[in-house]
C-alpha cells in the first residue's frame, strides 16, 4: 500500500522551530516531486514548498521564504521541511503530497498521494 507519513508537528513558542518529516511506504520517493501544503481553520490548503525528484529544485511560498527550507533524503526515502522563526499564522495542519513528473512545480491538482498530515501550532 503506498502512504505517506508525516511527523514532527507539535506545539512551539513564536521565534520557535520545528523539522518536519515526510516518510514514504510502499514506493520509492526519488521519481516524485513532493510538496507541502498547510490548511489552517477557516482557510483553505495553500501551498508551502516543493521539492524536485532529484533535489535540484525547490519553490516556496513568499509567506514562508527565507525561514522555510525543503530537503530530501531519497536513501532515507523522506522529505523534510525545516520551519524557522515560526510564527503564530504558521499555525495549521500540514500535509506533505507526492506526484510523478517533469513539470516544476506542479498544479497542486496533480499531486495524487496525500498524507494524514501533522499538526504544527504556534503559541505562547
Known amino acids: 500500500q503506498l502512504q505517506l507519513v508525516e511527523s514532527g508537528g507539535g506545539l512551539v513558542q513564536p521565534g520557535g522551530s520545528l523539522r518536519l518529516s515526510c516518510a514514504a511506504s510502499?514506493?520509492?520517493?526519488?521519481?516524485?516531486?513532493i510538496g507541502w501544503f498547510r490548511q489552517a481553520p477557516g482557510k483553505e490548503r495553500e501551498g508551502v514548498s516543493c521539492?524536485?525528484?532529484?533535489?535540484?529544485?525547490?519553490k516556496y511560498a513568499d509567506s514562508v521564504k527565507g525561514r522555510f527550507t525543503i530537503s530530501r533524503d531519497n536513501a532515507k526515502n523522506t522529505v523534510y521541511l525545516q520551519m524557522n522563526s515560526l510564527k503564530p499564522e504558521d499555525t495549521a495542519i500540514y500535509y506533505c503530497?507526492?506526484?510523478?513528473?517533469?513539470?516544476?512545480?506542479?498544479?497542486?491538482?496533480?499531486?495524487?498521494?496525500w498524507g494524514q498530515g501533522t499538526q504544527v501550532t504556534v503559541s505562547s
Open positions: 503530497a507526492a506526484v510523478r513528473g517533469r513539470l516544476f512545480p506542479p498544479p497542486t491538482a496533480k499531486y495524487n498521494y
Open positions: 510502499g514506493f520509492t520517493l526519488d521519481a516524485y516531486i
Open positions: 521539492i524536485s525528484s532529484s533535489g535540484g529544485s525547490t
